[in-house]
């Protein structure tokens, strides 16, 4: 009999939990653990108005609403490529952006089937925009180093295509 009465108190604790939501997008270099970063993030826009390139927003998906997640910063490489300067990191005034922490990017390059190196045609367009050289095209398709590539953004720009994307790296 007790037994049945914890498993029915148990479900009806569970359904009364808010459901978490995780963050799908990328957050700014150097962010730190997300439970972590979640909890010192104050929302204040520092980093946002520190990013000398524009690629800092805050998270505003509607699957995002009334979640710890809304308005808290992601990176968006859009519009650019980030150059890890730093400044997001040291605008930072709760240290949920460390630069002890290193280039923690979470993002990872994606070759969609529209790559056009995939297809058998001459394409070396992401291959030329790579600072770090981890993409190589060949005639038999494009490869990516990941352990050389930093999730810069440059690629995706790079490509005329749409067949690069960047894709969040848990």
């Known amino acids: 009999m007790a037994h049945a009465l914890c498993r029915r108190l148990t ?4 359904r009364r939990r808010p459901r978490t939501i995780d963050c799908r997008e990328a957050r ?6 997300e439970s ?8 204040c826009d520092r980093c946002r108005q520190a990013c000398p390139r524009g690629l800092i927003k805050g998270a505003g998906g509607a699957e995002y609403l009334g979640s710890p ?9 859009a519009c650019g490529q980030c150059s890890y300067c730093g400044s997001c990191a040291r605008a930072c005034p709760s240290g949920a952006l460390d630069l002890r922490y290193g280039r923690q990017v979470q ?20 291959e030329d925009a790579c600072p770090r050289q981890a993409i190589k ?10 352990v050389a590539c930093d999730g810069c953004g440059a690629c995706g720009l ?3 295509y749409g067949a690069i994307s960047l894709v969040r790296q848990p």
Request: charged fraction near 15%; glycine fraction near 4%; charge should be positive.
């Open 158 to 160: 790079a490509c005329v």
């Open 36 to 43: 972590q970063f979640l909890a010192l993030c104050q929302r």
């Open 107 to 126: 993002t990872r390059v994606r070759i969609e089937a529209s790559c056009q190196a995939r297809q058998g045609f001459y394409c070396l367009l992401c």
């Open 137 to 146: 095209a060949a005639p038999d398709g494009v490869t990516v180093n990941m």
């Open 69 to 77: 997640v809304a308005g808290t910063p992601v990176l968006d490489l």
């Open 11 to 14: 479900r009806l604790w569970a």
């Open 28 to 33: 700014p270099p150097w962010a730190i653990e």
